[in-house]
């Protein structure tokens, strides 16, 4: 298949570029290179050196003779989509392209903005760059869990079916987001749903967990397609923050009381999701939402476990429940559905203390690059 994956040079995207494409899909990356400025205003960096996005797929045609071609362009430029949709004709369209970092939406009034109007009218862009040159390229949007919140009822997959006044309907499961990044999902689910239903688009929203892990079998072939590992307060996540701080002693850092629980899955379940959508696409018109994780943890649970196994590598780790910066229930009921792409063929790589080990072994070959002070978080959500 021809596919773009846009937002390829970043942390999900770029070993779903290499993993699609080594399964002989015929791939380009979109991106703009914003998370490497991010970076740079955040005075932060990715745990592992990461090579240019060139340098990256020079390698990859070097190691595989496989070509991946590569624009460099905003998506809230739509001369600019329409010029790479014109020339790919791509039938898959797998989206990460945005700012996903609740933290960093949450800086201050021009970072929720920033945030809202990157996500949004990218989103918007891609719809009608599909609506008007590729009708029947399908939409594969990287969503969150995080749209649902933690109702205390279970979570479905995208949808609820209710029973109200004697009337039944099946309708959007409803969205309670904690973050002015999550509420950008929420909106572009919103404007999928409805492109959907007034274009007949073929979109899948993939509501995915927290992400954990770094190589693929791809990433590891070579440190120059090392994939990037962040561990700083505003874009590393819950348990790659542990594992680092475990390998540089530094305290675990739980937010609060610590029952705080989400769906995770290792990112080579990522790149194996993805796959599953673009070969099982939606039909017209359909907006079909899976729920993309394997397992559920608190982030004491995560703690306890990377606690666990840095001791097994002679690591002593401590537990520090910080006060938590952000707004959100501490200890709630939390179950979801996951089973659309088990369904589908999904075979999850699950948490073990061998899996934490070997990030953890990356994270102390990399330890003398962290920079200790983006560690403790700084952002507040008040
Ligand atoms: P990332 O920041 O590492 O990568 C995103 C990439 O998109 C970056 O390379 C950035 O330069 C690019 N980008 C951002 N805005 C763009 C724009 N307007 N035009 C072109 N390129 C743009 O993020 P990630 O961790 O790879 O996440 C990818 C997607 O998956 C995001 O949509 C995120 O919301 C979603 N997601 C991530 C996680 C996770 O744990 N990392 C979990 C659930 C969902
Ligand atoms: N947390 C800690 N300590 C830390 C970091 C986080 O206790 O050092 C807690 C947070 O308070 C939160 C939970 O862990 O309760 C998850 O936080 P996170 O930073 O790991 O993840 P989150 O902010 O939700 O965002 C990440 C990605 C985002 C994606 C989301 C999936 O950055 O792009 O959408 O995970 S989900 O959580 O399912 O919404």
């Known amino acids: 298949m021809k596919i773009i ?37 955040l005075g932060s960096n990715s745990l592992t050196p990461i090579a240019t996005l060139e340098e990256r797929v020079a390698k990859w045609k070097e190691l595989t003779g496989k070509e991946i071609r590569t624009y460099e362009g905003d998506l809230q430029d739509f001369d600019f989509l329409k010029m790479v949709l014109e020339k790919e ?43 008007d040159i590729v009708p029947n390229c399908h939409l594969i949007k990287l969503g969150t869990m995080g749209e649902y919140g933690t109702p205390n009822i279970p979570i479905e997959e995208g949808y609820l079916d209710i029973e109200h006044k004697g009337r039944k309907d099946r309708l959007p499961f409803p969205k ?30 993939l509501n995915q967990g927290v992400v954990y892990g770094l190589s693929t079998n791809e ?13 700083d307060s505003v874009f590393g996540t819950a348990l790659n923050r542990f594992i680092i701080q475990a390998a540089i002693g530094h305290d675990l850092t739980v937010y609060g009381k610590g029952g705080q629980t989400r769906g995770f899955l290792n990112i080579e379940d990522t790149v194996r999701c993805i796959e599953i959508a673009a070969e099982n696409p939606a039909d017209v018109g359909e907006f079909r939402v899976f729920n993309q994780f394997t397992e559920e943890f608190s982030v004491t649970e995560l703690a306890q476990m990377v606690k666990e196994a840095a001791a097994k590598v002679g690591l002593s780790v401590n537990i520090a429940h910080l006060e938590n910066p952000r707004v959100e229930k501490e200890e709630h009921f939390y179950e979801a559905t996951n089973t659309s792409l088990l369904d589908l063929g999904l075979k999850p790589h699950l948490l073990t203390e061998d899996v934490i080990g070997s990030i953890l072994k990356t994270a102390v070959d990399h330890k003398d690059r962290v920079i200790k002070e983006n560690v403790l978080p700084t952002v507040t959500w008040k």
């Open 5 to 41: 994956v846009a937002g390829g040079d970043g942390f999900c995207g770029w070993p779903t570029a290499l993993y699609l494409s080594q399964k002989g899909h015929d791939i380009s990356i979109v991106d703009s290179m914003v998370r490497r400025h991010i970076d740079e205003e």
């Open 89 to 131: 004709q791509p039938e898959a369209f797998v989206h990460y392209a945005e700012q996903r970092s609740a933290p960093y939406s949450m800086i201050d009034r021009e970072h929720a903005i920033y945030t809202q109007v990157n996500n949004v009218v990218g989103t918007l862009n891609v719809l009608y760059g599909i609506k």
């Open 176 to 205: 309670q987001p904690g973050s002015y990044y999550h509420l950008s999902k929420v909106h572009d689910s919103h404007n999928i749903m409805f492109a959907c239903r007034v274009w007949g688009i073929r979109a899948t929203d």
């Open 219 to 231: 990433t590891s072939l070579d440190p120059i397609l090392a994939n990037r590992l962040d561990y």
